[in-house]
């Protein structure tokens, strides 16, 4: 199966995993490691860069000789935000790579996509390689590869709800129209709508919380691994056409008469 390449650079795995929310940071890294990727999201605005408290900053636990690190600006809700959250990063971890997410609610957590392309322009214009978390909108995935940006992420459903891919057609549109990486992120609860995501043709998906929230999570990514592996590799088969009546699949010439 062919690597992942966004802005150049290669990736082994097609999941992108977060580094929030596990029961403890043992447990993370141990989910890192069974979901076989080597790149892994961090939110700057709830990230501590620094040891306090006697805990350790979880970027000392990240191998980044393993994991390639990609700050994201989740917590913003305007341009401004973002934008000064993308250049704190880029100090602190000497990247210029920025998973761009502008918020419009605490309820929804939906984007607002005004603030969002505003952002995205400004962060472009700085040289920033940016991966925008977007609504599964083909018009706005398509005005965001237009701008330059590296990737597009439409979510699959609210961030968090586990409620798998909602709207498949959307997602299926917004591949066919652009021709940058298609980034399934937010909304993946379990193993199949993994699998489903990957048939649809996307490039790869981010997901956090349905590993880190599973009971089990170790065990969850190794199976987010292998959903992810089969779904490209069906999507890359070619399944049959749907039909609405059954269709012999053995041959019916030559067939003995009563």
């Known amino acids: 199966m062919s690597n992942l390449t966004i802005a150049g650079r290669e990736f082994k795995s097609r999941l992108i995993v977060g580094t929030s929310r596990y029961p403890d940071p043992h447990t993370m890294l141990q989910s ?41 600006t989740a917590g913003c809700f305007t341009a401004k ?60 995935c398509r005005k965001l590869a237009d701008m330059g940006c590296a990737a597009v992420m439409p979510l699959g459903a609210p961030i968090g709800s586990g409620m798998g891919i909602r709207n498949p057609y959307n997602i299926q549109i917004i591949r066919d129209l652009i021709d940058i990486p298609v980034i399934v992120d937010a909304g993946v609860g379990t193993a199949s709508d993994a699998a489903l995501a990957m048939e649809l043709g996307v490039d790869g998906i981010l997901m956090n919380t349905a590993i880190a929230g599973a009971e089990h999570p170790v065990k969850m990514a ?24 059954a269709n012999a699949s053995s041959p019916v010439e030559g067939l003995i008469n009563s």
Do not use: H
């Open 32 to 72: 890192l490691e069974a979901s076989g990727t080597d790149f892994v999201t961090v939110s700057i605005r709830r990230l501590n860069l620094k040891s306090a408290d006697g805990q350790e900053s979880i970027m000392n636990m990240i191998d980044r000789n393993k994991y390639w690190i990609l700050p994201n």
């Open 81 to 140: 935000e973002a934008v000064l959250t993308a250049q704190l990063a880029r100090e602190a971890l000497e990247t210029n790579w920025v998973k761009l997410e502008v918020i419009g609610d605490d309820e929804t957590l939906f984007p607002d996509v005004t603030e969002l392309l505003k952002a995205a322009e400004q962060l472009l214009r700085d040289d920033f390689i940016v991966l925008p978390y977007c609504n599964d909108d083909p018009i706005t």
């Open 222 to 245: 190794e199976a987010m691994k292998l959903a992810i592996q089969a779904g490209r590799l069906a999507y890359k088969s070619g399944r049959i056409p749907k039909r609405l009546y």
